[in-house]
Nanobody, 129 residues
Framework: QVQLVESGGGLVQAGNSLRLSCAAS????????IGWFRQAPGKEREFVGA????????YYGDSVKGRFFISRDNAKNTVYLQMNGLKSEDTAVYYC??????????????????????WGQGTQVTVSS
């Protein structure tokens, strides 16, 4: 079992930056992929990006490439989502999620919600224009 807790959300003006944190407990995140998703009212949950913990290797959704960056702190068992150049369309509840990666998953990059097993409760990000 992995427990995930997001923090760092809030209200920010367009063009500014915000950093979200996803703190994990229950087990080490080694051999996991940690993903960030977001969901705006009336819309489907959207893939933001993810990190394959052990390598580490990051990959992103097209809407945030070049603006959002994922990093991890191994000692704190925490993943960060640095969001730069925020736009009003980035307003959403942001979730982190975890999925165990087997040794055979070397080329597996999960991107959809069903591919992830553990979820945090979400944190609201509101971007004012």
């Amino acid at each position: 079992q992995v427990q995930l807790v997001e923090s760092g959300g809030g209200l920010v003006q367009a063009g500014n930056s915000l950093r979200l944190s996803c703190a994990a407990s229950g087990r080490s995140l080694n051999s996991h992929a940690i993903g960030w998703f977001r969901q705006a009212p009336g819309k489907e949950r959207e893939f933001v990006g993810a990190i394959r913990w052990s390598e580490p290797r990051t990959y992103y959704g097209d809407s945030v490439k070049g603006r959002f960056f994922i990093s991890r702190d191994n000692a704190k068992n925490t993943v960060y989502l640095q969001m730069n150049g925020l736009k009003s369309e980035d307003t959403a509840v942001y979730y982190c999620a975890a999925r165990f990666l087997a040794s055979s998953d070397s080329y597996y990059y999960p991107k959809t919600p069903p591919e992830f097993d553990y979820w945090g409760q979400g944190t609201q990000v509101t971007v004012s224009s």
